[in-house]
């Protein structure tokens, strides 16, 4: 049996097979005005879901870093609320807590607001006033946050006790050491997840069209509804997310190959 080179075994024929599909499909961008037209519809809700998907994840981020830090605390309370919070989260499907949050957290927090503003004087708002965007939002913060405070846990645990007591040594506080020490250490560790968590949540940016949030997926549904030609745009439907998704994961395989090498030297 011939032993199969490494070179062989590297090569990305994956990546080649979908660069040719990719590529007749845009041919058929470029010539077929059908497809031609699609794109153009599609394209203006590529800045919605973009939209969506970064201040989401930034807001997933920032909440899941401190639930983390949470769910790590010295003190008991802190340590179980977020553990129920982190547990409740995941065990809830994406797409109910997306319902959940646009259809009764929104108008619970409509009217919370509106009852601190009476006391206040202020004038009272509409849930019409909440967008269905930023309820979009808000789910998918809550959703990603619960899954990246567990990225972060495992990132913060893998930092080296020993690091950590040095820096104590050192004289460093709290804060100065998991600056300087701790985070940058853990970030190594916590990028790779970090980034499928990106791209996934740009795949999952799609169920904003359930509210009828105008992204990529929802004027999809519109156009095909409206030419009834479901197979030519479900292909660049699933084109646009293939360009987005795979230069995404490429890009963060890249940088992660380069912090890699910074750490090596």
Same mark, same amino acid.
């Given at each position: 049996?011939?032993?199969?080179? %490494? ?37 203006? &809700? ?14 997933? !981020? ?37 319902? +959940? ?6 108008? @619970? ?33 809550? @959703? ?12 913060? !645990? ?7 007591? !040095? ?23 916590? /990028? ?10 740009? %795949? ?16 999809? %549904?519109?156009? @095909? !509804? ?7 745009? +479900? ?15 490429? &890009? /963060?395989? %890249? /940088? ?10």
């Amino acid at each position: 049996m011939r032993r199969v080179r %490494k070179s062989e075994q590297d090569f990305p024929w994956w990546l080649l097979t979908l660069v040719g599909i990719g590529s007749y499909l845009f041919w058929r961008v470029l010539s077929d005005d059908l497809y031609a037209q699609v794109l153009q519809t599609l394209s203006k &809700g590529i800045g919605i879901t973009l939209f969506v998907t970064i201040i989401g994840f930034g807001m997933a !981020a920032s909440l899941g870093l401190l639930l983390a830090l949470a769910a790590g605390s010295r003190l008991l309370v802190i340590r179980q609320v977020a553990r129920f919070y982190i547990e409740v989260v995941r065990g809830v499907p994406i797409i109910v807590l997306l319902l +959940y949050v646009a259809f009764a957290l929104a108008p @619970a927090l409509v009217e919370l607001w509106n009852w601190i503003a009476a006391q206040l004087g202020l004038n009272p708002v509409r849930n019409r006033d909440f967008s269905l965007l930023w309820r979009a939002i808000i789910a998918l913060t809550i @959703a990603y946050s619960a899954f990246l405070a567990e990225v972060f846990r495992a990132g913060l !645990a893998a930092v080296d006790q020993g690091q950590i007591e !040095a820096a104590e040594a050192l004289g460093l506080n709290r804060w100065h050491r998991f600056r300087f020490v701790i985070f940058p250490q853990a970030f190594r560790v916590i /990028l790779p997840p970090l980034g499928n968590d990106f791209v996934a949540m740009v %795949k999952d940016s799609s169920l904003v069209s359930v509210l009828g949030v105008a992204d990529i997926t929802q004027l999809g %549904k519109v156009t @095909a !509804a409206g030419n009834f030609r479901y197979f030519e745009t +479900y292909n660049v439907v699933a084109l646009v997310y293939l360009t987005m998704t795979i230069t995404l994961s490429l &890009g /963060l395989r %890249k /940088l992660e190959t380069r912090m890699r090498r910074g750490h090596d030297r």
